[in-house]
């Protein structure tokens, strides 16, 4: 069988993507008009299942962490390729903010937004709402290339290897929870691999190749409680926690970590909190956390020697200093009742240009009439679970644009997301094409 794609079966994608737009915007909108919240996202995830059984998916399930999966399989052996996203959103936050839309509106209308690389403002139809960017309008879009695919097979159409489409839970607040659950528990249990993966994570239409690390640090600062009237009696926490933050933010922005295309690495306090918190009496503990971001050559256990190092050179500076440093951890619990506890780290994730799997990507979106451009996240996502830990091939593509996600200006474009449909089905074709070595493990 020649697998080499023709201009017929390009122009037959697009044919049934064009009949198929205004039902991937209908359930965008549902999607949207969903609140999904980290551990909430029950509802959207029955729109989820209920939707690619309407388009004739072959198997469509939830696992017991709220997962959602759905496979179409092709006519011939070939290549499994899963397609993936997640189910919740940020909390919307002060609706105030939102400049008249409703956060769970999806209303539609025509405003400026950004293009592709934020060089101009386009006056084009757009879905407002919580979660349009971040990622309900890529997975959409992912939905809607699977039914794509069975029309095709319907119609005859050879269909190579295996489409995967994966909707996890607990993304944003999760630490790749959800993920982790769906490789290593879900699809073991099932027989199910993936050779190699699509994200869709807001990228502008651009194919995404990496982003830094993370890891979310806590440390806790230990003095000794006294009545405040008398605060010589005791050591306060918090104040010998001061100079240890200074001392933190000098050294981790000095240090010279840097990638050329992921950029710095660096460090955030996000959270400082004392106890006993109470009027009249010192601190004897401070507990702050850190947002740490990681490049390429740097490691978990290296940023934590990094603060212990700190640590250590206060304490031989001052006897009353002692403090501890580790990697943050907590319980999340799905929508379904599931909970587990998870360390609060990402792995560094980043795959070269000039890998087949990303130039199979670049050949399919050139097929779907697209000009290939490449990009790199700020934020950190789910993907070094198959990036990282697997070490399968993967990138980000979607329509969906980075500068307007977690904010009240959060919009997606109609015609950006009409293009990914297309592109994602493009992609598949022209992966499914691709020898197994492609896809080993290093």
């Known amino acids: 069988m020649n697998w080499r794609l023709t201009m017929i079966e390009i122009e037959k994608v697009k044919e049934i993507s064009a009949l198929f737009n205004p039902q991937m915007i209908e359930f965008c909108q549902r999607l949207i008009r969903t609140p999904s919240l980290p551990g909430e996202e029950e509802a959207v995830s029955e729109l989820f299942l209920e939707e690619m059984k309407l388009l004739g998916y072959d198997e469509v399930f939830r696992d017991r962490w709220g997962n959602i999966t759905g496979v179409i399989r092709g006519t011939e052996p070939g290549p499994a390729i899963m397609y993936n996203g997640h189910l919740d959103h940020v909390d919307p936050g002060d609706r105030l903010e939102w400049g008249g839309y409703d956060p769970y509106g999806a209303e539609i209308d025509e405003c400026p937004v950004f293009d592709q690389n934020l060089t101009l403002e386009e006056i084009v139809p757009v879905i407002h709402g919580r979660g349009s960017a971040d990622l309900k309008g890529g997975a959409a879009a992912q939905v809607y290339a699977g039914g794509i695919l069975v029309q095709l097979r319907k119609e005859g159409c050879p269909i190579r290897g295996t489409f ?6 607990m993304e944003e607040n ?10 290593d528990e879900t699809f073991a249990e099932k027989g199910i691999h993936i050779d190699g993966m699509v994200n869709c994570e807001p990228s502008s239409l651009k194919i995404m190749l990496g982003h830094r690390g993370r890891v979310e640090l806590k440390v806790t600062v230990f003095g000794s409680s006294c009545h405040g009237s008398s605060p010589w009696l005791g050591v306060n926490a918090v104040t010998k926690a001061a100079k240890l933050i200074l001392e933190i933010e000098k050294a ?8 050329k295309d992921l950029g710095r690495s660096g460090i955030a306090l996000t959270i400082i909190e004392c106890e006993p918190a109470a009027l009249c009496i010192v601190p004897d503990k401070c ?3 850190y947002d740490r971001r990681l490049v390429p050559g740097e490691t978990v256990e290296g940023a934590i020697a990094e603060i212990q190092h700190i640590i250590d050179r206060l304490s031989e500076e001052d006897e009353e200093f002692k403090a501890a440093v580790k990697v943050n951890s907590a ?4 929508y379904t009742g599931a909970a587990a506890a998870i360390e609060s780290q990402k792995e560094v994730w980043k795959i070269e240009a000039e890998h087949p799997f990303v130039q199979a990507c670049a050949k399919g979106l050139e097929d779907a009439g697209q000009i290939p451009q490449f990009g790199y996240w700020s934020f950190s996502t789910d ?6 830990r697997m070490k399968k091939p993967v990138i980000g593509y979607s329509g969906m644009q980075e500068f307007y996600i977690h904010r009240p200006i959060e919009k997606v474009r109609i015609d950006y997301l009409e293009k990914s449909l297309v592109g994602n089905v493009s992609m598949f074709l022209r992966l499914v094409q691709l020898p197994k070595e492609v896809f080993q493990c290093e």
């Open 164 to 169: 995967i489409i994966s909707m996890v839970s």
């Open 331 to 334: 319980e999340r619990r799905a």
């Open 174 to 183: 999760g630490e790749m929870l959800g993920m982790l659950k769906l490789l």
């Open 383 to 388: 993907i070094p679970a198959v990036g990282a």
């Open 252 to 259: 981790v922005w000095s240090n010279g970590h840097e990638d």
């Open 287 to 289: 507990h702050i956390t």
